[in-house]
């Protein structure tokens, strides 16, 4: 291609708006659960001498060196012995921690509820992550934040735990309410998977707001694929990753990384560089609806009943939160302002990887 035709592209892609970024960003993380999903369909009927050879773990692995692979290639110029040399030693010590919950014990507990619980129950269930980083961070940080904001995460909250509630005494059971309620482990592990991804934010926010977006990514990635990894060997042996070089793997994990892992992060890191914190939340709203339509389509999962009711209250305080984020956007500059990209970065929670 010629530099005219190079420059020609190059300022239609500049002129597509930061949101439009953000949002096709969004789209793309909330379907990848539902793709990951229907890859490990693929090779359970493919088997490889009775093994699934796009497990869970595979994809975890193999997508996490192809993100890794992404982030050197944008980032390495960060990497520079100037801009290491200004992290001190309390920082990398926060940096590793946040890469223990985000990059290696998150993705465990996201992909394990994948293989345990439907695709939606995970969506509407870790919708308590936003709810318990913002409790966090009024607790920790003395963040002030409007009634709407907490209403709107109080909802949220509310309508997590009557999902919870209705999926365990549906049908003849429903008159059996006062019982002790029987959590599957799905939903355990997408608990704890919010839980890890809210004290990530919370470090992230006061400990390492100055850190270089290039060297937070990459560090956080390396250090939680390489904990993954000797993990699953401990447990396992090395006999778990034994198909992990599988043609069929790869064949898919190519459109994995091209779609999900390169395009939605550089679609992400794109709208990131040019997007204020109230855009990055009101994109990210749009999550929930576009990972249950995504299910749907891909897995055909219909929504059953405690999903429907569950799922609308959380979508009410989802609404209630973005009027309490406009009204403080309007009320306090600093929503308008740029925010560190680091506390954009983690105002998403699954990516995919």
């Known amino acids: 291609m010629s530099s005219i035709g190079l420059t020609k592209v190059s300022k239609f892609f500049n002129s597509i708006p930061a949101r439009a970024y953000l949002l096709t960003a969004i789209i793309i993380f909330a379907i990848s659960g539902s793709v990951i999903h229907k890859l490990t369909d693929i090779g359970a009927a493919n088997l490889i001498n009775g093994r699934n050879p796009i497990s869970f773990c595979n994809i975890l692995f193999a997508g996490n060196i192809c993100a890794l692979a992404f982030l050197i290639f944008v980032y390495h110029q960060q990497w520079n012995t100037a801009a290491l040399k200004q992290i001190s030693r309390k920082d990398w010590i926060s940096l590793s921690i946040v890469a223990?919950?985000?990059?290696?014990?998150?993705?465990?507990?996201?992909?394990?509820?994948?293989?345990?619980?439907?695709?939606?129950?995970?969506i509407i269930i870790g919708r308590i992550e936003p709810p318990l980083t913002l409790a966090l961070s009024v607790w920790l940080l003395r963040e002030r934040v409007n009634k709407w904001v907490v209403g709107g995460a109080i909802v949220s909250f509310a309508g997590v735990i009557l999902t919870i509630l209705l999926l365990q005494n549906s049908g003849d059971n429903m008159v059996k309410m006062a019982r002790v309620i029987h959590v599957g482990k799905g939903e355990l592990m997408t608990a704890g998977w919010a839980i890890c991804i809210a004290i990530s934010t919370i470090i992230s926010k006061s400990k390492l707001r100055q850190i270089p977006l290039g060297i937070f990514t990459i560090f956080r990635t390396a250090i939680g694929t390489t904990i993954f990894f000797v993990i699953v060997i401990q447990q396992y042996g090395a006999i778990h990753f034994i198909d992990i070089f599988s043609p069929l793997l790869w064949q898919w994990m190519l459109f994995y990384g091209a779609v999900v892992v390169v395009g939605g992060q550089l679609c992400f890191f794109t709208g990131l560089k040019k997007s204020t914190a109230s855009e990055v939340s009101l994109a990210s709203s749009f999550g929930p609806i576009a990972g249950i339509l995504s299910s749907y389509l891909i897995l055909g999962e219909l929504p059953n009943i405690a999903q429907y009711i569950g799922g609308s209250i959380v979508m009410v305080g989802i609404i209630l939160t973005q009027i309490g984020v406009f009204q403080q956007n309007t009320q306090t500059p600093i929503l308008s302002q740029k925010i560190p990209a680091i506390e954009n970065n983690m105002e998403v929670g699954f990516k995919g990887v």
Do not use: K
């Open 100 to 122: 223990i919950l985000e990059g290696a014990l998150a993705p465990t507990l996201i992909f394990t509820a994948l293989s345990l619980t439907m695709v939606n129950n995970i």
